[in-house]
T-cell receptor, first 113, second 113 residues
């Protein structure tokens, strides 16, 4: 199993540009999440999904959109990039049931100029 | 609601010394607790998890953590630090079914030769 994969690994955008961060998992997990990691702030939840066709907002959803058309894929879209969105983005997935830990992708480092 | 605090954003120990990373939580439901490790430029990897089966939990790489309900703590320890333990460590709390999965701000561990 490849686990959780993310592309691209690095990206530089100009303010106002849009882009999609890709996330895929091959573990048939129902739950998928997007986090951003900023120094001293740990990981903050952006959006999450409990299954195909179902998404919801996390702690910091503004400026981001998600969709979940398949179990495997959970892309994160930046609509109009801003310097405040410079961060490292992690996608995670976990199975259903009691106390299943999250599995993380390797991350995407995004810089918005 | 759940929250996590980690005392000390940066901890330094000498190689061979005891590692102690502190985690305190707040939870309105029986907590399920996790420790993750993040090596430079990588995603998060699970070290260990508390699932209410036993209060002393053993994880990978010689780490262990003890759940103390009276102190609302879940501190991470390792008897003898190794250079390869240098990384960032995150404590996290969730409900039984992964709801409200919340990370602490992280503690960066440095191991001195």
């Amino acid at each position: 199993n490849a686990g959780v994969t993310q592309t691209p690994k690095f990206q530089v955008l100009k303010t106002g540009q849009s882009m999609t961060l890709q996330c895929a998992q091959d573990m048939n997990h129902e739950y998928m999440s997007w986090y951003r990691q900023d120094p001293g702030m740990g990981l903050r939840l952006i959006h999450y999904s409990v299954g195909a066709g179902i998404t919801d907002q996390g702690e910091v959803p503004n400026g981001y959109n998600v969709s979940r058309s398949t179990t495997e894929d959970f892309p994160l879209r930046l609509l109009s990039a801003a310097p405040s969105q410079t961060s490292v983005y992690f996608c995670a997935s976990r199975g259903s049931g009691v106390v299943n830990e999250q599995f993380f992708g390797p991350g995407t480092r995004l810089t918005v100029l | 609601a759940q929250s996590v605090t980690q005392l000390g954003s940066h901890v330094s120990v000498s190689e061979g010394a005891l590692v102690l990373l502190r985690c305190n939580y707040s939870s309105s439901v029986p907590p399920y607790l996790f420790w993750y490790v993040q090596y430079p430029n990588q995603g998060l990897q699970l070290l260990l998890k508390y699932t209410s089966a036993a209060t002393l939990v053993k994880g990978i790489n010689g780490f262990e953590a003890e759940f103390k309900k009276s102190e609302t703590s879940f501190h991470l320890t390792k008897p003898s630090a190794h250079m390869s333990d240098a990384a960032e460590y995150f404590c996290a709390v969730s409900g039984a079914y992964g709801q409200n999965f919340v990370f602490g701000p992280g503690t960066r561990l440095s191991v001195l030769p």
